[in-house]
């Protein structure tokens, strides 16, 4: 029967053969290229909502739509971006027992004042019992330097307490300051469920008081009413934004200060649950006074609080009807910027495209559109750049030198925000010694763990921060790979050679497990060169790893762990108050080595407060070699970030300062190669790029 | 149904066993399979020895030698050495137990669940066989994946829980087989009769039952390694499988994809091993089932 | 057929709700938190955390997490953790992809299985039967990332063939022909490697079924008969033993819905087994949960169609 038979042939051989067709037809069509630009990631965005996003995939994709107020210029210096320009400024208001008191304090004041611009002082006045000083800077060094010429009068201290509380705290706290002597209550304030108080008098009396208050409102259960550690005065930061004018969102409706408070009031809204919102906690209020002016005013010093202005801002007239449950289906999946590219569509797990925005307001970018593909697999990834279908590759360390010799590629290598490390868990007994701590520093070769785990590409870390930032501390010195040494400090702290080659101190063997998440290669290899490090001076290392999750919950979160290898990836920022500060060593806490020092404790909480640049270079530089002395990590590397292009696909033409255009090939900026990407253009496209 | 023998019946040794075994060793390719199988087996067994007993060869297989990273296969390192200069050859030649040992014991619990379910509901029938059947539809509707990962990321990547897991959640075919078999045997005269002689069904399931469905669950059994054996090497590819530095297959691959285009070597030949380990035992198994079902006589 | 029918459909509830409940204690039990921004991020306060929790529930019981899970489910208002979108609706974006991408897996399957069967069969015991079977086993034994790796680089390094995703990023096809064919070639790729070890099988199963048959009283009658051997084998031999292929089909149905994490990784496919997969990872507990109940579903759905059609096929069949 002929016809059955054909068709058991026929039918694999017009598949094969449509396939073979299809394979010419993409062969043939892939040769010519839009202009456009195509980015790989390993990851899908979350969301394109700036306010909900925390992942790497979603900021890359919302960097290109949104704009902050603030951004990082080239050289990582803070710059205007939505903001025209922005000063700062404080109001510290000291309380006296009488107007009289502070009249006093004031005329001492002025009699002994010798240099009010080096104290910031603007000017001050006397408002009843209350000295109010004007500052140009925030911070509590100037007003307290300020209050010793107050002479015998001397103000009342201020103190502060923080309510957390299990339901809507507003009416409730107004209540308790109508309950209490006007006089006493300087200033409460509530959003949501947080509120604060700040008083004149014995903080114990009135927060016991206040306790049982919300008690008997709110149940105990999810109360919270603590101490704060505040200046003693009242001290608030103001920041004062000047919008640019003339800005559009993508649909055409001008941005205005409006747009900024609603951005605000978005992120502390608990229907939103932003992972943002503890940046804005210490904000007072947020006023605007006209369409293109923005006041924020802080309740206390806090000096990241200017750099969270890069946050990007959202369309209140998009936004602010609709309730934020849905903008799930809506914004988040098609949002409206005012960066100098718009979205244009979404395909789930597959790629975001996003086009030129003609009215950008820093001009037109050359390119028309970039396209974010979404490629989970790394080496398929790899393969995708090598064959030009995406433009960019984060460099894996080892393949980096065979691209540096390819001539066909540019290769921007950067020191990361990052480091690596290995945490000793300082609520175990054996890792408490600070002898210890340094003989395993000593014993482990970082210098040959970045040769060859990083193929050269990373320092040796010394301390919490990492040298690109602009308050790194660079005199402070690793210590050096030295087997020998570390024998002598284990053999000093007690830990003599076992029978079987392992340590022992009271009948205990120098033996630990050291965990890392799974599915990272640079920790799995840390790993194991540490294990044979440390064997070398007789300490018996156990290598587990899990998944990323399991990893966290069991163990790191719970601070039940021996020894971990993690890194951190840090910002900017100089605030680590929540890494190292003593009061961060609970469950689901991120000290999760469990490190006090009290001296550590003070510079922390001092940094917060320094707005001076140069204090907060000394008070970070000691910040730095402290916590490097007592070893709590074992600091690794800093690893660098090696970005690989095809160095004929894009050239840059952006504005120069003098308004003249600077043509130039794609080049490395402090700030990432990216820095310029509006201004990119492929050569082939030339003629479409913007003219001078 | 009765079964055409090929040959008179007074050539056939006694026993099935050595019947199937003579028709065994005519399958040329049968034969190479488990010549194979065996070599595997003896090459996991010599070198778990050596390295227990500190003599690591042809060098130790956790051995990291940093200057002697990423080498293409040479004199030294015949296939090459890693991303932390341990010795290819050495660590798949170790690495064979444990891939050996995650199959036959994946094999052996899933096995142990199969056999007793299917046993039971096939044994007794009606509400039971009903009931055990529908609780098996539902854990074949789970995706057996997911239920590994999330099992995996529940109990921890070690290779007991490894081998566990894949055996807890690969018991269904073996259970649906043995079912299949117990109901056409229990119907059989010669059951029948034991049952009317009063045996209890505890006796009548292991004694006179299940020597006679041996034979297909054997066979299952051996085509159930290699399975088990594909499933860790995929699990260790999305790095839940058994952790490093110990050596497996599977995450020989699974640490070595990321130079996949910088060190080939990493990839292929842990690959190979899997493939030819995989292959031999299906092979093997394949001749094993010609050998004890002459003609497929159930249908 | 009538009480049969609704017999199985109460089963099918009945297993459903099993099902559901299974998969979301060991969903739930499963160390890890689902905070889409990751536990260890410094801006992160626990006051956020709390909120977060409030937001999904996950400060109730784990009975009333379930409770509210499934009403949520029906109703259409589950919501994933990870980007707050309805659930369904992200199953629904990607069901149609894996769909695609399993029907072709599976054409390719029964077609060059078919193939490969009835030539093994044809010439069973000689050479061509021998190379088939080992061809076959040799399929079945290979890791498919394994395989997938050596063609993806062979494919692009080679040819420099776009492969990734369901079709060419980047370029404009000027016909619907030839989008067509993009996609048809985007999905071939994927689906010959899911394919590899269902050819095998299939064949092996062909082959079987095809040998027993031709050993039937009544193929020897029709030699008997002196019927030409072509008309025997493919006309009454054949016919006979493709009936039982159907019904392994239907056995196929969960790997037809669930789909491959690791292909789908590998060649960047927008599939439902990346969906699972990424949210095991993220501990998104309500898409894993909807993702399990909807698998489920259209598995014993899919199970529930295939006998009630073996029944009409064949007449033999009555439903109980």
Known sequence: MPRVRTLIVGIPLVLAAVTAVALWVVLRASADKKNEMFIGSIAEPATLNPIQAADSASSSVLGVIFNGLLKYDADLHVAGDLAERWTLSQRSTFFFATPENAMQAAANMETSLLDREKLHLRQYRVENNRLVLELSLPGTADSLALAKLFGAAQPQPVATLSIVAPKELGDVLSEFSSLTPSARIVRTWAIGNLGEIVFLGDSKVVQQHLQEFLTEKFGAEGLVVESVAAPTFLAEPEVTFHLREGVQWHDGTPFTARDVKFTYDAIMDDRVASPRKSDYELVLSVETPDDHTVRVVYRRPFSPALESWMMSILPAHLLAHTPPDQWPLTFNRAPVGTGPFKFSEWKTNQFVRVVRNEDYFRGRPHLDGIVFRVLPDPLTLRLAFETRQVDFWTADPWAVGSFKMDPRFSVFTSPSNSYNYIGWNLRRPMFQDLRVRQALAHAVNVEQMIRYVLYGYGTQSTGIFTPDMWFFNPHVRPLPFNPEKARELLDEAGWNLGPDGIRVKNGERFAFTLITNNGNAVRSDIATLVQADLKAVGIEVKVEMYEWAVFLKNFITKGEFDAMVLGWALGQGFDQFQIWHSSQTGPEQLNTVGYKNAKVDRLLEAVREEFDRKKIISLCGELQQRIYDDQPYLFLFVPEGTSVMWKDAFRVRRPGPDGQWIDEPVTMTKAGWSYYLEWFYRPEYAKGAAQP | MIINTPEPLALVPASPAGRAWRRFRDNKIGMVALGVVLLLALIGVVFFTLNHLGIPFPADPDATNLERKLLAPNAVNWLGTDNLGRDVLSRLLNGAHISLTVGFIAVFVSLFIGVTVGAVAGYFGKWVDNIIMRIVDAIMCFPTFFLILTAVALLGPSIINIVVVIGLVSWTGTARLVRAEFLTLRETSYVQATRALGQQAPRIIFRHILPNAAAPILVTAVLGVPDAILAEAGLSFLGFGVQPPQATWGNIIADGKTYILDAWWLILFPGLAILIAALSFYLAGDALRQAVETRSARQ | ?320
């Open chain 3, 1 to 320: 057929m009538t009480s049969f029918i609704i017999r199985r459909l109460l089963i099918s509830v009945l297993l459903l709700f099993i099902i559901s409940v299974i998969s979301f204690f060991i969903i739930t039990l499963t160390p890890g938190s689902p905070y889409p921004w990751g536990e260890l991020n410094p801006k992160v306060s626990p006051e956020v955390k709390r909120v977060f929790r409030e937001k999904f529930h996950l400060d109730r019981p784990l009975t009333e997490q379930y409770t509210l899970i499934m009403r949520d489910l029906f109703s259409g208002r589950l919501r994933s953790i990870k980007d707050e979108r309805p659930v369904l609706e992200k199953i629904g974006e990607r069901l149609p992809a894996t769909l695609v991408l399993n029907l072709g897996a599976l054409a390719l399957s029964l077609s060059f299985g078919l193939m490969l069967g009835v030539y093994g069969a044809r010439h069973a015991g000689r050479l061509p039967d021998v190379v088939t079977s080992v061809l076959a086993f040799t399929f079945i034994a290979l890791p498919g990332f394994w395989i997938s790796y050596l063609m993806a680089i062979v494919l692009v390094n080679w040819a420099a063939v776009p492969i990734l995703g369901t079709h060419t990023i980047g370029v404009d096809f000027t016909n619907g022909l030839e989008v067509f064919l993009d996609g048809w070639w985007h999905i071939m790729l994927p689906a010959s490697i899911l394919a590899i070890g269902g050819i095998a099988v299939q064949s092996r199963f062909i082959r079987a079924s095809m040998i027993d048959t031709l050993r039937e009283d009544y193929i020897r009658t029709a030699r008997a008969k002196g019927l030409d051997e072509n008309a025997v084998f493919y006309r009454h031999a054949l016919r006979n033993s493709i009936r039982p292929l159907l019904t392994g089909v239907g056995m196929l149905l969960p790997t037809l819905i669930s789909g491959s994490v690791i292909i789908e990784s590998i060649f960047a496919y927008p599939g439902m087994g990346r969906l699972g997969y990424e949210a095991v990872l993220e501990r998104d507990y309500p898409t894993l949960v909807a993702l399990n109940f909807v698998t489920a579903a259209l598995v014993l759905g899919g199970n529930l169609l295939a006998d009630l059609l073996y029944a009409v096929v064949d007449p033999r069949v009555r439903l109980e």
